[in-house]
DNA sequence: TTTATTGCAAATTATTTGCACATCA
DNA sequence: TGATGTGCAAATAATTTGCAATAAA
């Protein structure tokens, strides 16, 4: 998805493509993956320190509003940002001691899903929370070796 | 778990029964379920409105560190609070729509956390954050009849 | 008595909002 | 030009913390 794009969806909606708009996108491909809001806020000022942090949360929501870039629900540390992928948005892991979270295969929870749906009804949105859980090297290596991303639980 | 109960563990650890955390767990007993903080604060408050709100936060950690309660991460809202209840901890799902919380099995994640360890070694919690999508009633009746819960994504 | 715990108030942190001014099409 | 969008500063909201006073054991 080229800003051009973007610029053509905005305009479709009355909206416009402006400075801080391309900064955001610019930094979140930059970046790559998913991006916490903190994260996305530093990037943007290394693009360009003009821009202000609330017109990053702004355009976040605008862009989301697009569907130009979706957010996912961390249990601990908030809330991350990425760009859309298509149908392709993966599921992701959250690692309950250092932090970090992981990729995992789109269809993890498809089977599931068909479950639940039969039956309660209740329609998943895989992608739309990390699971929770530790990731090999914490549960390796205990405590003791791991980065940590993020400080303590809750 | 009786009050009594927990109450001796806490000695075991140097730590005392006091009126607060007495107001909590009866609070949490009460209400039963998973009780968002705000909701638990508000509960201790018919217990006892003495008890002052960060009591009700540092009593969560403390009866957190003892075990005696659980928390989990949701997406949107926050952090819910229950009695651990042994091994039984369901998962649950969050409807973003109504942001109302339903329990599901307690293994109905077991198959992925399996497959989850083997493929990466990233050992899941499934009780630990809420799945997201949306209820049935939701779903069905779109966005008109559900009650509001929780206001907006993200 | 002694020391863990509490209430209070202030500090933090993260996000949102009102508004006058800037800017995009 | 004329509406949309931005920077700024103040408002919210939720949780945490320092500290003197209180209360368990």
Redesign the pocket.
Known sequence: MLLQDV?VR??A?????????R??LTALVRHGGHV???EV?EAVADV?P?????????????LSDLGVVQHLHLGH???AYHLSDGDHHHVHAQCQVCGGVEDLPADLLDTVAEQVVLRSGFVLDPGHVALSGTCRACATHGSSSATRHHT?E?
């Open positions: 610029a905005l305009r909606r009355g909206e416009r493509m402006t400075g801080p708009r900064a955001v916490l809001a903190a806020v360009d003009s821009v202000h942090r609330a017109s990053v949360y702004r355009t976040l929501e605008t540390g908030g809330t303590r809750p």
